[in-house]
């Protein structure tokens, strides 16, 4: 289960509606990568596939693979006015570590591929 705090909803319900393709939902996802060995994904998007999930929350259509349930579990998802400026805030779980900029992650049963990069 995931779960987004009302300002986040809000934030995202804007996002979608401005999109111009009907039928947008929000897809969360894991890709390899970033100082921890996952990174996050999120965005809009309106093609699902018979590998994904999804889930109502709080209005918004949620969609994410099968394969990152286990990673995105417990997901919190919140966005945080800051002065002139704002950002969403991801909370896992499911993380046993992150880097310092709070953009990968990785569990006790899965470290991912972490690139050479710093965030």
């Not at 996050?40 to 699902?48: C, I, L, P, S």
Request: proline share 4%.
């Amino acid at each position: 289960m995931i779960s987004i705090s009302d300002s986040a909803a809000e934030q995202l319900k804007t996002m979608r509606d401005s999109q111009e393709i009907p039928n947008m939902f929000l897809r969360l996802g894991v890709n390899p990568g970033g100082c921890s060995g996952f990174s996050y994904a999120m965005g809009f998007d309106d093609n699902e596939t018979d590998q994904d999930v999804y889930m109502d929350v709080k209005g918004l259509k949620v969609v994410m693979e099968k394969e990152n349930l286990r990673l995105l579990d417990g997901l919190e998802i919140d966005f945080e006015e800051s002065g002139m400026s704002g950002g969403f805030t991801i909370n896992n779980p499911n993380a046993t570590a992150t880097c310092g900029c709070g953009h990968s992650f990785r569990t006790a049963t899965d470290e991912g591929k972490p690139s050479e990069e710093p965030c």
